[in-house]
């Protein structure tokens, strides 16, 4: 049986396979397939919470180690395929990585998180809205301030969400962690980052002694879409070709007049048919029918970010 190796990244506008240690490359059809040099183990037992954060952090190296050589697709985790299997998955899925590589072309990852002091909150914010009149009556409980700080935490929030956007081609917040008020995953231009270091810094003059600031990138766009492959089997394929009324497959320069005169004739099933144009993209591509490859759709956007959010301490 041949090994199996993981998926760590698909690699665009690269014109030589870099030489990185831990990862092996196959270049096709343009692109550039980052795997794991390890062969995937055939008995796999339980990891230590230690150990999947270590792994995680050695993977996310290869990945920075890749940025210098192109356009880093990520791949989500656990993605396997032997080498005989590099060439038809590259093949199959280069329409889909030209758009992904075309979206993410020039642009980097930070992720950026702020704590504040939860001791000295109330003597730095007394007199914020959310805050002031809780002393104003005279008397309030701890409920009271809870409910105060909170609405206190989620305005600021916003509001430095909001100056990040200033630098930010797009930007998703990740889950928070005890006394953290922001993290959020940034997307930006590459000839931006001064423009986002100068947001960053308006958002410490908030309250410079007590907020902690923490800036972790540039980093492939990881938490704006993973790489999600899934199986293509033969009957996906024949009932993509019934979708265009087809006994056989079409040259790939027909594609497109099929896929707008069935949106034409059904726009009622958009969804449908721009699923088998693809289907029958790939499979043109393989010059196949009869064999089951991996398709690659792109991770939604909450779900990548939820998968990728760092352990911040």
Not at 94 to 99: H, K
Not at 238 to 246: D, K, S, T, Y
């Amino acid at each position: 049986m041949n090994p199996s190796f993981e998926i760590l990244a698909v690699l665009a506008g690269a014109n030589a396979a870099p030489a990185i240690a831990g990862l092996q490359f196959w270049q096709a059809d343009g692109y550039i397939l980052a795997a794991s040099d390890t062969p995937r183990q055939t008995l796999t037992l339980p990891q230590s919470r230690k150990a999947i954060l270590r792994d995680a952090f050695v993977k996310q190296q290869l990945l920075e180690a890749c940025m210098g050589f192109g356009t880093v697709l990520v791949m989500r985790q656990r993605f396997f395929l032997s080498r005989d299997q590099f060439p038809s998955f590259l093949a199959a899925n280069a329409l889909f990585f030209d758009r992904q590589a075309k979206r993410f072309k020039d642009h980097v990852q930070y992720q950026i998180t702020v704590s504040w002091d939860a001791q000295h909150v109330l003597a730095r914010f007394r007199n914020a809205p959310e805050i002031a009149p809780l002393f104003e009556a005279g008397h309030t409980t701890q409920d009271a301030l809870n409910a105060g700080v909170s609405a206190l935490a989620a305005r600021l929030c916003n509001e430095f969400q909001q100056v990040l956007a200033i630098a930010a081609a797009d930007l998703v917040t990740l889950p928070l962690a005890q006394d953290m008020i922001l993290n959020a995953a940034v997307l930006i231009r590459s000839n931006a980052v001064s423009t986002m270091e100068k947001a960053v810094a308006r958002i410490d003059a908030v309250w410079t002694e007590g907020l902690q600031i923490k800036q972790i990138g540039p980093a492939p766009a990881a938490s704006f879409g993973l790489l999600d492959p899934h199986d293509v089997t033969p009957e996906q394929i024949n009932a993509a070709l019934m979708q265009f009324g087809l006994d056989a497959l079409p040259s790939v320069e027909q594609l497109p007049n099929l896929r707008r005169n069935a949106l034409q004739n059904n726009p009622q099933n958009a969804q449908a048919i721009k699923q088998a144009a693809t289907t029958l993209d790939a499979a043109c591509r393989l010059g196949s029918t009869k064999h089951v490859f991996a398709l690659c759709d792109l991770l939604a956007e909450d779900k990548a970010s939820r998968i990728l959010s760092h352990e911040v301490a």
